[in-house]
């Protein structure tokens, strides 16, 4: 199947509930963000979400904010206030698609443009963090792998934060 036939384009308040529900299907229950966490964050960062469409199905997206703050932490998750549109570092906080539609380049047809956004607005790079088994992954995206981050722990995991830097 060819990634083009499907469509991309950033979210709206109207997608939380499609949102949500890929978030549900992609992650465990401790570690899956909320309808509410989605809420808030489309109303403070809409423009931050890169969605994908089979027809009008969500089938993957990359979503994440702004800060002039360096590490990624926990808290960023919750407080969709710290949003800083002028900061120097664009977070990642998820990349989902659906079991159905894995294997083809969705994540990182759209990881790439996320990145490609964010160096067109300026900013000094992306951060994110992942499971170990995951690295290898973004790292052929470009991203480095910085070791096992101290400020994020949610859903009792251990993530490594991986930074890109233009
Ligand atoms: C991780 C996740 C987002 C990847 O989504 P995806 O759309 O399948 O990602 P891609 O298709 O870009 O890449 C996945 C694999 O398929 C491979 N692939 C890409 N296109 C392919 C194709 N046409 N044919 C065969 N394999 C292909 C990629 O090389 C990659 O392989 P690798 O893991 O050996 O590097 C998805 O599995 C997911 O939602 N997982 C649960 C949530 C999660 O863990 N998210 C990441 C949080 S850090």
Excluded at 32 to 55: I, N, P, S, V
Excluded at 61 to 71: Q, S
């Amino acid at each position: 199947m060819s990634l083009s036939k499907f469509t991309i384009r950033k979210a709206t308040l109207s997608d939380c509930n499609a949102i949500a529900a890929v978030e549900a299907t992609c992650f465990p229950p401790a570690e899956a963000a909320k309808h509410e966490d989605f809420q808030k964050r489309l109303e403070r960062y809409a423009d931050y979400f890169l969605l994908m469409f089979d027809g009008d199905k969500l089938i993957s997206f990359v979503d994440g904010f702004v800060t002039d703050i360096p590490d990624l932490n926990d808290k960023m998750y919750e407080d969709a206030g710290m949003h800083n549109p002028n900061g120097a570092w664009q977070m990642i906080f998820g990349v989902n698609t659906i079991p159905e539609y894995r294997h083809q380049g969705c994540a990182e047809k759209l990881l790439r443009l996320f990145v490609q956004n964010a160096k067109v607005e300026g900013r000094r790079g992306v951060v994110l963090t992942c499971k170990e088994k995951l690295v290898h992954y973004y790292a052929k995206i470009g991203f480095v792998d910085e070791g096992i981050s101290a400020d994020s722990t949610h859903g009792n995991v251990v993530w490594n934060q991986m930074r890109l830097t233009f």
